[in-house]
C-alpha cells in the first residue's frame, strides 16, 4: 500500500442541462505537496499558449486549500472561453474544494498538505452559444469536481468493481463495437 495521500486520482462526469454544452469532466489528481503531485503541481506553474492554468480561488485573496490548480483539456482560442474557465469553472472549482473540507471528504488537518489538479473540459461550442446557462456550466463542473474528489480519496471504483463490471460496462461513446 502507498504512503497515505502519496497519489489519488478520480474522475466524474455531470450532464448538462438540455440543449446546454456544459457537460463537466473533471479529471482529479490530490496528493502531498512534496510528493509527486505536488511536483506536477508546481510544474504547472509554467504556461503554455492556449492552456493557462490558474488556481481554484473563490474571489480575489480567497485561494482555496489544499491549493488546486485548474488546467484546461483543450485549447482556449479566445476570450469567451478563458472567461468561462476563469469565471463559473473557476468559482464552481474552488467552491468544492472548500465544500469538500467542510463535509470532511478532505481533512482539514491536511489542507495545507495536499495539492489538487483538476484538468477541465469546456465544451468549444459554449462561449458561442447564445443561449448559455452559466448557472448550469457551474452546477455541472461543481457537482463533477465534488465527486470527483471523493472518488480519488476513496479509490473508486475499485479493481473488484473493474474486474465484476468488466464486460457489462461499455464507455459512452463506444460505437466500435
Not at 36 to 51: C, D, E, I, R, T
Amino acid at each position: 500500500m502507498s504512503k497515505p495521500y502519496t497519489f489519488h486520482a478520480g474522475e466524474a462526469t455531470v450532464f448538462a442541462a438540455d440543449g446546454q454544452f456544459t457537460d463537466a469532466m473533471p479529471e482529479i489528481l490530490i496528493g502531498r505537496t512534496d510528493g509527486p503531485v505536488g511536483q506536477a503541481f508546481a510544474n504547472l506553474m509554467a504556461q503554455s499558449k492556449g492552456h493557462t492554468a490558474m488556481f481554484a480561488i473563490r474571489a480575489c485573496n480567497q485561494l482555496v486549500r489544499p491549493a488546486t490548480m485548474l488546467v484546461p483539456k483543450v485549447t482556449h482560442q479566445d476570450s469567451a472561453n478563458i472567461d468561462l474557465f476563469g469565471g463559473a469553472v473557476q468559482s464552481a472549482t474552488a467552491d468544492a474544494v472548500v465544500d469538500c473540507l467542510i463535509d470532511g471528504t478532505i481533512p482539514k488537518e491536511m489542507a495545507n498538505e495536499l495539492c489538487i489538479i483538476s484538468l477541465v473540459w469546456i465544451d468549444p461550442r459554449c462561449a458561442k452559444d447564445a443561449n448559455l446557462d452559466k448557472k448550469d456550466m457551474y452546477r455541472t463542473n461543481y457537482e463533477a469536481t465534488k465527486l470527483a474528489i471523493k472518488r480519488a480519496l476513496a479509490d473508486e471504483p475499485s479493481v473488484d468493481e473493474l474486474i465484476a463490471k468488466r464486460h457489462e460496462i461499455r464507455h459512452d461513446m463506444d460505437d466500435w463495437s
